[in-house]
């Protein structure tokens, strides 16, 4: 998968969740992840998500999408075990979980781009970047 932002390309291997099973069990009871690794979940059609921390060990930047990968809202450092509902929005297609602070580190902001198979490149691919 790669994240298109202002700065540039940015890669991670991401795992797909897009079974209801595979969704509920995300990264839950895992003790680390590599830092250029991630967990993209999607959903059939959008919808309202939000999301939790519940038996989760390693602490996450939830990266939130529309059906064309845009980025609609991102929460920076969820909690481990905390069971506070992340709402991403109502309107949710997708969302990428990574590594605490690589939102940051890699300056991904709304509006950046999601490109992976689960989306309709041409519709989400800014101009120029095809």
């Known amino acids: 998968m790669i994240i298109e932002t202002q700065s540039g390309q940015h890669r991670f291997d991401v795992e797909l969740a897009d079974t209801s099973a595979e969704r509920a069990q995300g990264l839950m009871f895992r003790e680390s992840m590599p830092q250029d690794a991630g967990m993209l979940f999607v959903y059939p059609k959008p919808r309202p998500v939000s999301f939790w921390m519940k038996n989760t060990l390693i602490p996450l930047d939830m990266i939130f999408t529309d059906q ?29 979980e990574l590594n605490s602070g690589v939102s940051k580190g890699k300056n991904i902001k709304i509006g950046d781009v999601l490109l992976h198979p689960a989306y309709d490149f041409y519709i989400s691919t800014p101009c120029g970047a095809k």
């Not at 845009?70 to 297609?93: C, M, Q, R, W």
Request: charged letters at 15%; proline letters at 7%.
């Open 68 to 96: 064309r990968g845009v980025i609609v809202s991102i929460h920076k450092n969820a909690i481990p075990y905390d069971e506070t509902p992340l709402f991403g929005g109502d309107a949710i297609f997708s969302v990428l």
